[in-house]
Nanobody
Framework: ELQLVESGGGLVQAGGSLRLSCAVS????????IAWFRQAPGKEREGVSC????????YYAESVKGRFTISSDGAKNTVYLQMNSLTPDDTAVYYC????????????????WGQGTQVTVSS
């Protein structure tokens, strides 16, 4: 069973940057889709970005394109989400999740989830 642990959240001013990390353990790292989702209070969970560790293919929600970058380090079994030009609308709990395919619109299919990390962007 895969285990995912997020880290890197915090409080940042608008325009600032954060890098989230998702450490993956429990299985071979090189053939999964690892995605980042976020959920703000009172809002539905939103798929933010996804990376397939086998192909390197990446996907982004329109709301974060050009500002967020997803990447991976196979040696560390870790997926990162570099978030730049943050706005208060990016405030949410960010979760990483694993599946076989990058289907950002279908969070229900992701098989393993981390516990989440809070990102707060002040104006």
């Amino acid at each position: 069973e895969l285990q995912l642990v997020e880290s890197g959240g915090g409080l940042v001013q608008a325009g600032g940057s954060l890098r989230l990390s998702c450490a993956v353990s429990g299985s071979t790292f090189d053939d999964y889709a690892i995605a980042w989702f976020r959920q703000a209070p009172g809002k539905e969970r939103e798929g933010v970005s996804c990376l397939h560790t086998g192909t390197g293919t990446t996907y982004y929600a329109e709301s974060v394109k050009g500002r967020f970058t997803i990447s991976s380090d196979g040696a560390k079994n870790t997926v990162y989400l570099q978030m730049n030009s943050l706005t208060p609308d990016d405030t949410a709990v960010y979760y990483c999740a694993a599946d076989w395919r990058c289907r950002l619109a279908h969070a229900q299919f992701f098989i393993s989830w981390g516990q989440g990390t809070q990102v707060t962007v002040s104006s």
